[in-house]
C-alpha cells in the first residue's frame, strides 16, 4: 500500500511539471471593490508583465459619472486617477479588455469590477445637538454627502421620543416652501450647493423632553446607492414659556424682603409686543423691563402686595404662548430683624458722653446687652496674652453661641434706652461710661427664628479712652507720642509700654511735657517675627503691641493694623519697594524767605 501510494504521487507530480506554460495565468488584484469612501484612485497589479515599458494601452473600459485618466506606472501596475474625490451615491464599474500578459499567458480576471461610494450620510446637523436646545417645532437642516431619494426616506428618517412609543415621521420641506414660511432664514442657503435637507416633525415635539433623529440603514441616493450605516443625533428640547418670581428672602418659606428688586424672570426671550400690568404699585413707582423679564424697583412697602396680568397673547420671542399665564400674586414681607454695630471693633471718646451705636429692628422689646469690662495689662497684672488674645478672638465664627454665656464672670446686662421693639429701623445709644475695653453682646430669638437659630448673638468691642498712640519706627530708633482725644494736646506722664510680635516687653517709658516717648533701638521690635519662632503667643505676626496708660484711662495700638488709613484713601501712591531709599530734593532757590 504505501509503495502504490508513493507511485501515485510521483506520476501526479510529474503531470503537473510537464503541463504547458500556456494553461499558467497571471493572476489581478483590483483595488477598490465593494463599499468606498472618498475614492480618488483606483489601482489594478499584475503578477507578471502585461504591457512594454511606455505602452499606453488601457486595460479596462471605464464606466464612472466622474472623469478620470488611467496609466500605466510600471509594466505590472495600472492606475486610475479621478479629477477630484468622488461624492457618496455612485457606482463606478471597470470592464477588462486586456486578457493576456506580455508572455500570451491568459489574465485571471473577473467579467468586471466595480465599487460604489456608500450611501447618503449626514455630514452636520443644525442645529447644532451638543450646544442648543430645540423648539417644539423645531426646522432641521441636514448637511448630507450626497444627493437624496426622498421616496427612500420614507420610515427611514424619524424621530424618536422616549415616552411616545411609536416614531415621529419626519417630513420634508422644499426649500421653495422654506422661503415662503421664512425668507430670512432661507437667505443663508440660497447659493448651497448641494443644497441641504430640510425637516421638521410631522408633529409637535413635548417640552423638555430628549428627542433622537435617526438616520436609518437603507436610505439610497438618487444613483440608488443606499447607506449601509444608521446615525443618530440627540436633541432636548427647550423647557416651556413659564414665568417666576424672585427676590430676596430671609428665608425660603418667608415673603420677599421691602428692600430689594423683585424680578419676574422667564424661561425664554420675552416678545417686544408682550405687557404687564402690576396692581398694588404705589405712585411713582414704574416697571423696569429687560432682556428676560420684568423689574418691580425696590424698596417696597412692608406688607404690602403685587398683583401682576398678563397681556394677551403674552409670548416669547419664537411665539409661544405663556403657559402658567395666571395671574401671579407677589406678598411684600416685614422687615427682617436686625441687630447691627457699626464694626467689630470701635474707639468711643470717653469725655464726650461715650455710647455705642447699636442698629434694630423688629426685634424682641425688652432686648439688653451683655457687657464685659476686659481685664487691661496695666498695674499689677501682666497677663498681656489674655488680653491680646480677647483682641484677636473678639468674634464667634458661630453667630449661633455665645461668647458671653449666662453667668459668665463680670458680665453685666444693660438696658439699650429708648427700644421698644418696633418694625421701624431705630439707632440707639448703648453707654459704656467707664474708661476701658468693652466685650459687647446681643442675644435675640426674633433674628436666629430668621435664619433657623434658636438664638442668633451679635458681637462687637469698644475702646473707651481719651487717649491715642502714634508710633513711628526707624531702623535707629522709635516714637510713641501719646494725645488727647477731647483737646487734640499731648499727653504728658503716660506710661507707655511695647511688646513685640511674640507678645515678649521689649521697651517701656514714660511721656515727656510733649507728649512724646523715644525709645533707642534695642528697645524696639523687629518689624516682622520670624516664622520659625515657637510659641502660642505669636498672635500677630507683624509689628508690635503698645499701651498707654495714665490714672483711669488706658488705650493701646497694633502697629501692623491700618484699616482705615491706607495711603490709596488719601489720594497717595502705594510703595510696593520696601527696599532702604534716601531721598534728598536740591532745589535752584531756598523755599523760605525772613519773617
Same mark, same amino acid.
Given at each position: 500500500m504505501r509503495i502504490s501510494l508513493f507511485r501515485l504521487f510521483t506520476c501526479l507530480s510529474l503531470f503537473a511539471f510537464s503541463m504547458p506554460s500556456s494553461y499558467a495565468q497571471t493572476s489581478v488584484r483590483f483595488t477598490p471593490e465593494g463599499a468606498a469612501k472618498h475614492v480618488t484612485q483606483v489601482r489594478v497589479h499584475y503578477d507578471q508583465d502585461v504591457v512594454a515599458i511606455g505602452d499606453k494601452t488601457s486595460p479596462f473600459q471605464v464606466e464612472c459619472p466622474f472623469a478620470g485618466q488611467g496609466r500605466f506606472v510600471t509594466t505590472k501596475d495600472w492606475v486610475y486617477d479621478f479629477q477630484e474625490p468622488l461624492p457618496a451615491g455612485h457606482r463606478c464599474s471597470f470592464t477588462p479588455v486586456l486578457k493576456k500578459d506580455l508572455s500570451g499567458k491568459t489574465l485571471s480576471i473577473k467579467d468586471s469590477y466595480s465599487f460604489h461610494t456608500g450611501g447618503p450620510q449626514i455630514l452636520s446637523v443644525d442645529p447644532n445637538p451638543?450646544?442648543?436646545?430645540?423648539?417644539?417645532?423645531?426646522?432641521?437642516?441636514?448637511?448630507?454627502?450626497?444627493?437624496?431619494?426622498? #421616496?427612500?426616506?420614507?420610515?427611514?428618517?424619524?424621530?424618536? *421620543?422616549?415616552?411616545?412609543?411609536?416614531?415621529? #415621521?419626519?417630513?420634508?420641506?422644499?426649500?421653495?416652501?422654506?422661503?415662503?414660511?421664512?425668507?430670512?432664514?432661507?437667505?443663508?442657503?440660497?447659493?448651497?450647493?448641494?443644497?441641504?435637507?430640510?425637516?421638521?416633525? &410631522?408633529?409637535?415635539?413635548?417640552?423638555?423632553?430628549?428627542?433622537?433623529?435617526?438616520?436609518?440603514?437603507?436610505?439610497?441616493?438618487?444613483?440608488?446607492? #443606499?447607506?449601509?450605516?444608521?446615525?443618530?443625533?440627540?436633541?432636548?428640547?427647550?423647557?416651556?414659556?413659564?414665568?417666576?418670581?424672585?427676590?430676596?428672602?430671609?428665608?425660603?418659606?418667608?415673603?420677599?424682603?421691602?428692600?430689594?428688586?423683585?424680578?419676574?424672570?422667564?424661561?425664554?426671550?420675552?416678545?417686544?409686543?408682550?405687557?404687564?400690568?402690576?396692581?398694588?404699585?404705589?405712585?411713582?413707582k414704574t416697571v423696569e423691563r429687560n432682556s428676560r423679564g420684568f423689574v418691580i424697583p425696590g424698596p417696597h412697602k412692608a406688607g404690602s402686595?403685587?398683583?401682576? $396680568?398678563?397681556?394677551?397673547?403674552?409670548?416669547?420671542? &419664537?411665539?409661544?404662548?405663556?403657559?402658567?399665564?395666571?395671574?401671579?400674586? *407677589?406678598?411684600?414681607?416685614?422687615?427682617?430683624?436686625?441687630?447691627?454695630?457699626?464694626?467689630?471693633?470701635? *474707639?468711643?471718646?470717653?469725655?464726650?458722653?461715650?455710647?455705642?451705636?447699636?442698629?434694630?429692628?423688629?426685634?424682641?422689646?425688652?432686648? $439688653?446687652?451683655?457687657?464685659?469690662?476686659?481685664?487691661?495689662?496695666?498695674?499689677?497684672?501682666?497677663? *498681656?496674652?489674655?488680653? &491680646?488674645?480677647?483682641? $484677636?478672638?473678639?468674634?464667634?465664627?458661630?453667630?449661633?453661641? #455665645?461668647?458671653?454665656?449666662?453667668?459668665?464672670?463680670?458680665?453685666e446686662l444693660r438696658e439699650i434706652p429708648g427700644y421698644v421693639g418696633q418694625d421701624k429701623f431705630e439707632v440707639r445709644g448703648l453707654p459704656l461710661p467707664d474708661p476701658g475695653l468693652y466685650q459687647i453682646e446681643i442675644a435675640s430669638a426674633d433674628l436666629g427664628r430668621a435664619y433657623a437659630m434658636t438664638k442668633m448673638y451679635v458681637h462687637a468691642q469698644a475702646l473707651v479712652t481719651d487717649m491715642v498712640i502714634h508710633w513711628k519706627k526707624t531702623d535707629d530708633n522709635a516714637l510713641a507720642w501719646v494725645t488727647s482725644l477731647a483737646t487734640g494736646l499731648p499727653v504728658s506722664g503716660a506710661s507707655v509700654v511695647i511688646y513685640d510680635c511674640e507678645l515678649r516687653k521689649v521697651g517701656a517709658g514714660t511721656t515727656d511735657a510733649k507728649g512724646t516717648l523715644f525709645l533707642p533701638a534695642s528697645q524696639t521690635p523687629v518689624n516682622e517675627c520670624s516664622p520659625h519662632w515657637p510659641g502660642a503667643n505669636n498672635w500677630d505676626k507683624k509689628g508690635a503691641l503698645i499701651t498707654a496708660t495714665k490714672d483711669k484711662d488706658f488705650t493701646f495700638l497694633i502697629s501692623s493694623d491700618n484699616d482705615g488709613i491706607e495711603s490709596w484713601r488719601f489720594g497717595l501712591s502705594e510703595q510696593t519697594n520696601w527696599e532702604k531709599i534716601a531721598i534728598h530734593t536740591i532745589l535752584d532757590r531756598s523755599l523760605f524767605r525772613a519773617g
Open positions: 451638543e450646544y442648543s436646545r430645540i423648539d417644539e417645532e423645531q426646522l432641521f437642516v441636514l448637511k448630507v454627502d450626497s444627493l437624496v431619494s426622498e #421616496a427612500s426616506l420614507s420610515g427611514r428618517l424619524y424621530f424618536d *421620543i422616549p415616552q411616545i412609543a411609536n416614531p415621529v #415621521a419626519a417630513k420634508v420641506i422644499s426649500f421653495e416652501a422654506l422661503k415662503k414660511q421664512n425668507p430670512e432664514y432661507a437667505r443663508r442657503y440660497e447659493k448651497s450647493s448641494p443644497m441641504p435637507l430640510f425637516v421638521q416633525a &410631522a408633529s409637535r415635539f413635548p417640552s423638555d423632553k430628549t428627542i433622537q433623529l435617526v438616520w436609518s440603514k437603507g436610505i439610497e441616493s438618487r444613483n440608488g446607492v #443606499a447607506s449601509l450605516d444608521r446615525q443618530v443625533f440627540p436633541f432636548k428640547t427647550q423647557a416651556a414659556f413659564t414665568v417666576h418670581s424672585s427676590c430676596t428672602r430671609a428665608s425660603k418659606t418667608t415673603e420677599c424682603s421691602p428692600f430689594d428688586d423683585i424680578e419676574l424672570s422667564f424661561s425664554s426671550w420675552v416678545s417686544d409686543k408682550a405687557e404687564i400690568i402690576v396692581d398694588g404699585l404705589p405712585k411713582g402686595k403685587y398683583t401682576v $396680568k398678563f397681556s394677551k397673547p403674552f409670548q416669547d420671542d &419664537a411665539g409661544r404662548d405663556l403657559s402658567n399665564p395666571a395671574n401671579l400674586v *407677589i406678598g411684600v414681607g416685614r422687615f427682617p430683624p436686625l441687630i447691627k454695630f457699626p464694626s467689630q471693633f470701635g *474707639i468711643l471718646e470717653w469725655k464726650g458722653d461715650p455710647r455705642l451705636p447699636v442698629h434694630l429692628r423688629t426685634v424682641e422689646a425688652g432686648t $439688653k446687652a451683655r457687657v464685659l469690662k476686659v481685664d487691661l495689662p496695666v498695674g499689677e497684672n501682666t497677663n *498681656i496674652v489674655a488680653f &491680646a488674645k480677647i483682641l $484677636k478672638d473678639n468674634r464667634s465664627e458661630d453667630l449661633s453661641k #455665645a461668647l458671653l454665656p449666662d453667668g459668665a464672670a463680670r458680665m
